[in-house]
């Protein structure tokens, strides 16, 4: 939109909030009035401050993010493996057991274990020397 473009419309919010403010401060009175004059000010302000043509830019830029957002199918998929993943690292918490870590292979039989038993021992005995249980 050009400049003249931006000016009508800033001029047209103004007139349409001023009959709006006119028809309420008649039942209202004054106070409504001038509060009314105030925010129908507003728009030639922003017109003049170039602030109107920057919401312009916010508004389209979001319409555009929302259609695009809306129609994309990939979003959609994007959105669907967001939501499994969400479901999936939450709802772990109501399957059994403790996590353990996997090797791949199989201690022979036979082998001694790696000792950790003989460590969580300590350990326990440590803490319950310290009062800790």
């Known amino acids: 939109m050009d400049n003249a473009a931006w000016g009508a419309l800033a001029l047209a919010l103004t ?13 209202r009175g004054p106070r409504t009035l001038v509060r009314g004059a105030g925010v129908a000010l507003l728009p030639i302000a922003a017109y003049l401050t170039h602030t109107l043509r920057l919401i312009g830019r916010i508004s389209s830029a979001i319409a555009d993010w929302a259609t695009g957002f809306v129609f994309s ?22 399957l059994p057991g403790q996590a353990k870590a996997v090797t791949g292979a199989q201690e022979p039989k036979g082998v001694a274990a790696t000792g950790s038993s003989s460590e969580d021992d300590e350990l326990t005995a440590l803490l319950r020397k310290h009062g800790i249980s």
């Open 15 to 27: 007139t349409l909030i001023g009959v709006v403010t006119w028809s309420r401060a008649r039942t």
């Open 73 to 94: 199918p990939v979003v959609w998929v994007g959105i669907v493996v967001g939501a499994v993943g969400g479901l999936m690292i939450f709802g772990a918490r109501w």
